[in-house]
């Protein structure tokens, strides 16, 4: 098990930023690579972004390339979402994933290659 734990979540205007920070137990965390998804109600869960073990690699879905950043801090045992230029169609439950089987591939969009999950923040961009 990898217990992972988002926080940052909130209300923001749209245009405004949000940055999501996800913890994880153990001493094992810079061994995955992580990724954040998100899923709006009524939707269905989809791939945000994504950082290598690493760090050095990282991938973004087009909708959020160029406003978000993914980023990690191995010491720390986190990884972070920074979102600018919010959209109300940004509206969703953000969750952190570990992939515990591909930690060199910066490329999963696909939820069954994440094994473990966080609970969820919930972030709202009002228009």
């Known amino acids: 098990q990898v217990p992972l734990v988002e926080s940052g979540g909130g209300l923001v205007q749209a245009g405004g930023s949000l940055r999501l920070s996800c913890v994880a137990s153990?001493?094992?965390?810079?061994?995955?690579?992580m990724g954040w998804f998100r899923q709006a109600p009524g939707k269905e869960r989809e791939f945000v972004a994504r950082?290598?073990?690493?760090?050095?690699?990282?991938y973004y879905a087009e909708s959020v390339k160029d406003r978000f950043t993914i980023s990690r801090d191995n010491a720390k045992n986190t990884v972070y979402l920074q979102m600018n230029s919010l959209k109300p169609e940004d509206t969703a439950v953000y969750y952190c994933?570990?992939?515990?089987?591909?930690?060199?591939?910066?490329?999963?969009?696909?939820?069954?290659?994440?094994?473990?999950w966080g609970q969820g923040t919930q972030v709202t961009v009002s228009s």
């Open positions: 153990g001493r094992t965390f810079s061994t995955y690579a």
């Open positions: 994933a570990a992939d515990i089987s591909r930690p060199s591939l910066p490329v999963g969009v696909r939820t069954t290659e994440y094994a473990y």
């Open positions: 950082i290598t073990w690493s760090g050095t690699g990282t």
